[in-house]
């Protein structure tokens, strides 16, 4: 168990509709990242937050957005969904960046249908 | 632009075999971070190694090493004596430049260990 959760662990929903995906850091990582798995753009990364800022910015679609909370939770909302958005979310966390050891949560499933 | 390229799309070995998979990476930053991480089959992602691009001494964790070379721009994983809980996708990443937090992943390579 890395101590990463993410909430839920499938989701099926229709084109465009719209869905929050939610990732629990380890305790004391103040640092989250969002990546996206798919079988046509193999493994990516979407977006990092530090401690309740965006810190870095990957390929994230414009319909996507994310946000960490005070607690620092954070949650990644995906709308206007599209057939193309089915993936594997994976959120991870880490202390402060990459420079230390970065933990991943089991990974949202979401399909669009 | 940075790119990672992993050549191998799948490898086969039987136990016990040694298995070397290549990641040959492009940047044109002189400071950078290589990574590797293990997708099992059950589907969760393992984070195993990062490398700072100063550091070119290899570095061994048990039956799993690994071969920075900066002069070919590649960072090669060993897997020594494999094992069947060795099956999975291995994925080699790079990250550098204005953000050290931008990872860019490589395509993966699916190693399956036979008994």
């Known amino acids: 168990d890395s101590g990463v959760t993410q909430t839920p662990k499938h989701l099926i929903t229709a084109t465009g509709q719209r869905v929050t995906l939610r990732c629990s850091p380890r305790s004391g990582d103040l640092s989250v990242y969002w990546y996206q798995q798919s079988l046509d753009q193999g493994l990516q990364f979407l977006i990092q937050y530090y401690n309740g800022e965006e810190r870095a910015k990957g390929n994230i679609l414009e319909r996507f957005s994310a946000q960490q909370f005070p607690d620092l939770h954070s949650e990644l909302n995906l709308s206007s969904l599209e057939l193309g958005d089915s993936a594997l979310y994976f959120c991870?966390?880490?202390?402060?960046?990459?420079?230390?050891?970065?933990?991943f949560g089991p990974g949202t499933r979401l399909l669009v249908l | 632009a940075q790119k990672v390229t992993q050549a191998q799309t799948e490898i086969s070995v039987v136990e016990k075999e040694d298995v070397t998979l290549d990641c040959v990476y492009e940047?044109?930053?002189?400071?950078?971070?290589l990574f590797w991480y293990k997708q099992p089959p059950s589907g969760e992602l393992v984070f195993l190694i990062r490398r700072n691009s100063f550091d070119e001494q290899n570095e061994i964790s048990g039956r799993y090493s690994w071969n920075f070379q900066k002069s070919t721009s590649s960072f090669n994983f060993t897997i020594t004596a494999s094992q069947v809980v060795d099956s999975a996708v291995y994925f080699c990443?790079?990250?550098?430049?204005?953000?050290?937090?931008?990872?860019?992943f490589g395509p993966g390579t699916s190693l399956s260990v036979i008994p």
């Open positions: 991870a966390s880490s202390e402060r960046g990459l420079q230390e050891t970065q933990y």
């Open positions: 990443a790079l990250s550098g430049g204005t953000s050290y937090d931008k990872v860019i």
């Open positions: 940047t044109r930053d002189t400071t950078y971070y």
